[in-house]
């Protein structure tokens, strides 16, 4: 998980890097020289695509089993009081982007948040960070 700062602006791509044969690389680049990828990002993104697609039903039942909100959650400070008020904590399991907006006090979000769960990005306020680091699973 990517823990953003919350006034800073959430990359839309983040690197990775991978070390290749020389025989792998080289066959890759045959490939791209051939026309039929246009780069090396190219051809490694159509890979990742590929394998994420052949595994589309393994994903959506990890989803479904781990609770997982797929895409965009936003916690707000009036949702975090709402739940504090009925007596509820929240386990949340986002796959994406959870963010929790910059005017709740760390305090509330201590009482209202019992766990995070975030494959992909955190944004919150360092304040609220630090309140939940035990909380937050990497």
Do not use: C
Not at 61 to 80: N, P
Not at 97 to 105: E, Q, R
């Amino acid at each position: 998980m990517k823990l953003v700062e919350s006034k800073q602006r959430l990359p839309e791509t983040e690197k990775v890097t991978i070390n290749l044969g020389l025989v792998d690389l080289a066959q890759m680049d045959l490939l791209i020289e051939e026309g039929f990828y246009t780069n090396r990002t190219d051809f490694v993104r159509s890979a990742i695509r590929k394998q994420l697609e052949r595994h589309g039903e393994d994903i959506r039942q990890t989803v479904v089993r781990k609770r997982f909100v797929v895409g965009l959650q936003r916690y707000t400070k009036a949702e975090l009081e709402r739940s504090v008020a009925a007596g509820e904590r929240l386990e949340i399991h986002v796959l994406g982007l959870a963010s929790i907006d910059d005017d709740v006090p760390p305090e509330l979000a201590s009482a209202a948040i019992a766990s995070i769960w975030v494959l992909g990005a955190f944004v919150a306020s360092n304040a609220v960070k630090t309140a939940l680091a035990e909380r937050i699973h990497i």
